[in-house]
């Protein structure tokens, strides 16, 4: 019997590089779990597919006066069909 490990995705956009620190801090935290996989990417370079992939899926991103950056909010909509503003709900 061949046991999964869990995928953690983290994917984040950074305008400064401070949400990219974050990022990758939250990363090796969850590197340091025994028989979890984490990958990083930059919300540019991550796909639909990984997120489908990925049992647990970690967002983060700059604020510009209260708005969530159109990437992530764009990434958001392929997956889910949603607009970022609807996931602080879920």
Do not use: Q
């Amino acid at each position: 019997m061949t046991i999964k490990m869990p995928k953690v995705l983290v994917v984040y956009d950074s305008l400064t590089g401070n949400t990219a620190r974050a990022a990758e801090l939250i990363a090796e935290g969850a590197k340091a779990v025994n028989g979890v996989k984490v990958e990083i990417r930059k919300v540019d370079a991550a796909s639909v597919k990984e997120i489908e992939e990925a049992e647990a899926v970690i967002l983060g991103c700059l604020t510009r006066a209260c708005f969530e950056c159109w990437r992530l909010e764009d990434l958001c909509f392929k997956f889910w069909g949603l607009k970022a503003e609807t996931l602080k709900h879920v």
